[in-house]
């Protein structure tokens, strides 16, 4: 599966930003996708996911709720971060994941960094 993000960049405190990814070669059985952050010197830890299909159940770090929503397009293989109320804390490089049964696969990441 190749992961293709885009929407990073640079914002000051308060804004928002909004993350896209798209999965495409062998997408069958991927059951959840979802972003993941790692901020220098930290070790890389889940943002949000949320389950494909018509289910949509999401899952988000206590750090991102009220402030973060995931969304999935099924057609497109494609999920969405919408980030608001952004904290310097937030700067990190993130990327999207796919996960199937076996397998998981990363996108290249994007760099958000978030000015105070």
Do not use: P
Not at 81 to 96: F, R
Not at 100 to 110: F, M
């Amino acid at each position: 599966v190749q992961l293709v993000e885009s929407g990073g960049g640079l914002v000051q405190a308060g804004g928002s930003l909004r993350l896209s990814c798209v999965a495409s070669g062998d997408t069958f059985g991927i059951y959840v996708m979802g972003w993941y952050r790692q901020a220098q010197g930290k070790q890389r830890e889940l943002v949000a996911s949320i389950t494909t299909g018509s289910a949509g159940i999401t899952n988000y770090a206590d750090s991102v709720k009220g402030r973060f929503t995931i969304s999935i397009d099924n057609a497109k293989n494609a999920i969405t971060l919408q980030m608001n109320s952004l904290k310097s804390e937030d700067t990190a490089v993130y990327y999207c994941n796919a996960r199937k049964a076996v397998s998981g696969d990363w996108g290249q990441g994007t760099q958000v960094t978030v000015s105070s």
